[in-house]
């Protein structure tokens, strides 16, 4: 039977990921009781198999990149106070373009996102090399975007769940949230898992991929799906990528809802050594299968980008579901269907930039406050409800 656990939180977090667990840095730094549970590890979904990016050169303006500018402010606060643990590197990234055609789509796509704070800088071809010095050469230039950073994903989650801690959050790994607990009125009012009867006043919908499932457990519609994704790991290397370098229509896959499998050329350097090679997307439920059409796609596009990686080693190759919502943006915020569940799902590759950003939102409203942001552009119930089986 499951006991109670004593003394009862004021909010439970769904999900150690890093968008959870900066909900509950957030909210245990503002004095509430925290209780986070997951099923599996921290950082054991999503977060584990991301790259870290934080980036605010892949949006368009509108409610994704007025949070990622938000969270660009936050995580450079976060760095500061949670020091090196997390590798956080304000290294920047680097948009390229093979034509001039692409260039000027560029040139108009940072027009426009210069009148809502970000900056970019336009490199032209024979510039190139002076921020990459192995980028193939004929290229017909590009943008430099200063704001964009990194962090190592699983490191930053757990640190902001040791943050929580130290403030007195309460952490249970290897829970699988089975039953949302509601009060007559309908209300959630805790959670049950395998072991635990968590009872509070409010849950934080943090589950990442399965984020449609708990909202199902709760009586409504949250249409989250997984969009696979592979990434390969170089040898160590000396630092020959020195930012984070994309291609021009990776910004295009990004915004894409096509189910089919899509990859663009996304290069980038580790504190470490070694080098990330992705992106790819295609929604194939929650199939793990290695595609080696996939790995060699990615390896031969990050090779026609910095020719220098075409005689290095790969070590292995991960894959993770990003969790995607047909608008691409993410549920923030109160769920106006059901009192006391709250979301901060769906952020599909943008989760670790938008973390701080999430977190903080939700605490606000959490505590009574007006949100920094406006958060109808993220409300849950946004999505027409499901058609009967």
């Known amino acids: 039977m499951s006991k109670p656990q004593r003394p009862s939180p004021d909010v439970v977090v769904v999900g150690a990921g890093v968008v959870g667990a900066a909900c509950a840095y957030y909210a245990a730094r503002a004095g509430l009781a925290v209780a986070v549970v997951d099923r599996g590890p921290v950082a054991g979904g999503t977060t584990g198999a991301g790259e870290g990016n934080l980036l605010v050169s892949d949006k368009e303006p509108g409610p994704e ?226 595609s080696v059409e996939v790995l060699h796609r990615l390896a031969a596009q990050a090779a026609a980008l910095f020719p220098v990686l075409a005689e290095v080693s790969v070590l292995r190759a991960y894959r993770g579901f990003r969790p995607y919502l047909p608008d691409h943006l993410p549920a923030i915020g109160a769920d106006p269907r059901v009192p006391g569940l709250y979301h901060a799902c769906g952020h599909e590759g943008a989760g670790i930039g938008l973390a701080p950003a999430t977190g903080l939102l939700i605490t606000e409203q959490l505590t009574g406050k007006q949100p920094e942001l406006d958060l109808a552009p993220f409300r849950a119930d946004r999505f027409p409800a499901a058609a009967p089986a």
Request: aromatic share 4%; glycine share 12%.
């Open 65 to 290: 990149l007025d949070l990622a500018l938000l969270s660009t402010r936050l995580w450079l606060d976060l760095a500061e106070e949670l020091g090196e643990a997390m590798e956080y590197e304000p290294k920047g990234g680097l948009v390229v373009a093979a034509t001039p055609a692409r260039q000027d789509a560029l040139r108009a796509f940072a027009a426009e996102q210069a009148g809502v704070g970000v900056v970019a800088e336009e490199i032209p071809g024979e510039r190139l090399h002076e921020l990459e010095p192995h980028l193939a050469p004929g290229l017909a230039g590009g943008f430099h975007y200063p704001q964009d950073a990194q962090v190592q994903p699983a490191l930053a989650a757990a640190h902001l769940l040791r943050a929580a801690r130290r403030a007195g959050a309460a952490l249970h790994t290897g829970e699988t949230v089975r039953e949302l607990v509601t009060g007559p009125d309908g209300a959630v009012r805790g959670v049950v898992t395998d072991r635990l009867r968590l009872a509070a006043p409010a849950v934080v919908n943090a589950a990442g991929t399965w984020g449609g499932e708990l909202a199902a457990l709760a009586g409504v519609h949250l249409p989250v799906l997984p969009r696979r994704g592979f990434v390969l790991v170089t040898e160590p290397l000396p630092r020959i990528v020195r930012r984070k370098v994309y291609a021009a229509d990776y910004v295009a896959d990004v915004a894409s809802g096509s189910a089919a499998l899509q990859t663009s050329a996304v290069v980038e350097g580790t504190p470490g050594g070694p080098v990330l090679i992705g992106a790819s997307r295609e929604r194939v439920g929650f199939d793990r299968t290695m």
